[in-house]
């Protein structure tokens, strides 16, 4: 470790401890409440400004993900081969459900202790959260890389089309090195957004999203690759969307917080154990729901190939507009971590108060939208009169789910700040698994309600998650969390500060 940086370490424990109360605890508590005592109380105006504030690049940044694959679904559509359409549509299934649901929630533990270390002013040790993350991730990705190579195997074993599924292995197979850019990506959004950083990722993103069709058209149509070409060319736009900002930072050090952009050190390898207490629960709430939703569509091609086309538009529908809650989910993860781990806990519950207000308000905006524009949706989709009955027949019941999937994907933001992923993902499980999909069987095949049952269970299930979230986040005493999570980061016996002394 460099001078500087333990310079920047021993600076941080000095202002806090002094002579012989560095080991007192009583101390370090009563420290702890004047300075609480001494915090400015944002306001509810400026506490809903720097909401958007976040949520616009988080929010653009998601979205065009989407447009990435939607861009490739396009493509693969022009070739003029069924079979093609279907095995590409199969593959980003796949790596949905095998890759990005584990990889991108496994990222989220970023969002606790990145956010509360920052909040801190504990850059460095924010920084090797990161790294340590960067591992992790990576040696999850080697484990699913097994799985991807032998992709077309598994899902013919699954009883896919053989034809689709060795299209879906091609495409699987040249995009695996993608899938770890795009992992590492989606962590370092999340490790920039705690620190407000959200536009550098997402600037990135808008350039190289337009540089896409273009790699598309020459790998494609100019070369002829078809499937190849589209793989080869989502794993330039993945491997971009990273390397751009990390060249940027890299160059330009003042685009972050000082003393927090490092390379892996031999403090990265110190406490991956605890990233993973707050990781792994993190991963579950994604893949849970992720997976829930999945089955609901597989639900729906058990009842007919209508039922399954309705569900997947209906699915593709809310996956796009979904990314609004979302960015406002990270914005409320930054916010509430910060000012937690800033002993600011007064702040912190004004940011889960508007999170829960904003779910509210987007459920009725974008729930109710859909709802009023039912039958222009189902005609922007399918021009098949019978297809779009049934979308607009299942539409009512998407407008009711989306009050507790708004709810809890906000609230899975300030959950995440707040260090509480095992008991939230415990609630998924529940909600999900054991409330959900049985709910969702039985009201398909034993009430014999077709799409009505297909997505009947979701709302049910959705409004038990979001419910029990509120109640765990309004139960708790933000300022003993705060008390708790600033005495973690200010204690001289933090293994990473024992490796610097």
């Known amino acids: 470790m460099s001078d500087s940086e333990i310079e920047l370490q021993s600076k941080s424990k000095d202002d806090l401890f002094s002579g012989e109360s560095k080991n007192s605890s009583s101390d370090l508590n009563s420290y702890i409440q004047s300075v609480v005592q001494q915090k400015q109380v944002v306001t509810y105006r400026?506490?809903?400004?720097?909401?958007?504030?976040?949520?616009i690049p988080s929010t653009g940044?998601?979205?065009?993900?989407?447009?990435?694959e939607f861009t490739n679904l396009v493509v693969v559509g022009r070739i003029g081969d069924s079979t093609l359409i279907s095995g590409a549509g199969l593959g980003i299934t796949t790596i949905g459900i095998i890759a990005f649901s584990l990889g991108v929630g496994l990222a989220g533990g970023v969002e606790t202790l990145c956010s509360q270390a920052f909040g801190?002013?504990?850059?460095?040790?924010?920084?090797?959260?990161?790294?340590?993350?960067?591992?992790?991730?990576?040696?999850?990705?080697l484990f699913q890389a097994v799985f991807l190579l032998f992709s077309t195997p598994l899902l013919v074993m699954l009883g896919q089309p053989p034809a689709s599924a060795e299209y879906a292995g091609l495409y699987i197979k040249i995009l695996i090195p993608g899938i770890w850019f795009f992992c590492q990506t989606e962590l370092l959004r999340r490790f920039l957004g705690a620190q407000g950083a959200f536009y550098i990722v997402t600037n990135s993103q808008i350039f190289n999203c337009m540089l896409h069709p273009l790699w598309l058209y020459l790998l494609v149509f100019f070369f002829d690759f078809s499937v190849r070409g589209v793989a080869w060319a989502t794993c330039i736009t993945y491997f971009l969307n990273f390397f751009v900002p990390v060249m940027y930072i890299t160059f330009n050090r003042k685009a972050v917080k000082e003393g927090c952009w490092n390379w892996i050190n031999k403090d990265s390898f110190v406490g991956l154990f605890e990233y993973l207490q707050y990781g792994l629960p993190a991963m579950m709430m994604v893949a849970l729901e992720f997976w829930a939703f999945g089955v609901v569509?597989?639900?729906?091609?058990?009842?007919?190939?209508?039922?399954?086309?309705?569900?997947?538009?209906?699915?593709?529908?809310?996956?796009?507009?979904?990314?609004?809650?979302?960015?406002?989910?990270?914005a409320a993860s930054t916010l509430v971590g910060n000012n937690l781990g800033d002993s600011n806990p007064k702040n912190a519950r004004i940011y889960v108060n508007l999170s829960v207000c904003i779910s509210l308000t987007c459920s009725f905006i974008l729930g109710g939208g859909m709802f009023l524009f039912r039958h222009t949706l189902a005609g922007i989709f399918t021009s098949d009169e019978e297809l779009g009955n049934t979308i607009v027949m299942a539409l009512p019941l998407v407008f009711a789910m989306t009050f507790g999937d708004y709810l809890q994907g906000i609230c899975q933001g300030c959950i995440k700040a707040m260090g509480k992923q095992n008991f939230a993902s415990v609630i998924c499980l529940v909600g999900y698994w054991i409330v959900c999909i049985p709910l969702t069987y039985y009201m398909t095949f034993?009430?014999?309600?077709?799409?009505?049952?297909?997505?009947?269970?979701?709302?049910?299930?959705?409004?038990?998650?979001?419910?029990?979230?509120?109640?765990?986040?309004?139960?708790?005493?933000?300022?003993k969390l705060s008390e708790k999570i600033t005495s973690k980061l200010e204690t001289p016996n933090d293994s990473l500060l024992n490796s610097s002394s």
Request: net charge neutral.
């Open 46 to 55: 400026q506490g809903l400004w720097n909401m958007i504030k976040y949520a």
């Open 61 to 68: 940044g998601l979205l065009l993900n989407r447009v990435v």
């Open 120 to 141: 801190n002013k504990k850059n460095y040790l924010a920084g090797c959260y990161y790294t340590r993350a960067q591992i992790v991730l990576t040696l999850v990705f």
């Open 297 to 330: 569509n597989l639900i729906g091609g058990m009842v007919g190939e209508l039922e399954l086309a309705a569900s997947v538009i209906i699915f593709n529908i809310l996956e796009f507009v979904y990314m609004i809650p979302a960015g406002f989910g990270f």
């Open 446 to 479: 034993s009430l014999d309600l077709g799409i009505r049952g297909v997505w009947g269970g979701l709302p049910i299930g959705l409004f038990i998650v979001g419910t029990l979230f509120v109640t765990m986040i309004c139960l708790t005493d933000m300022e």
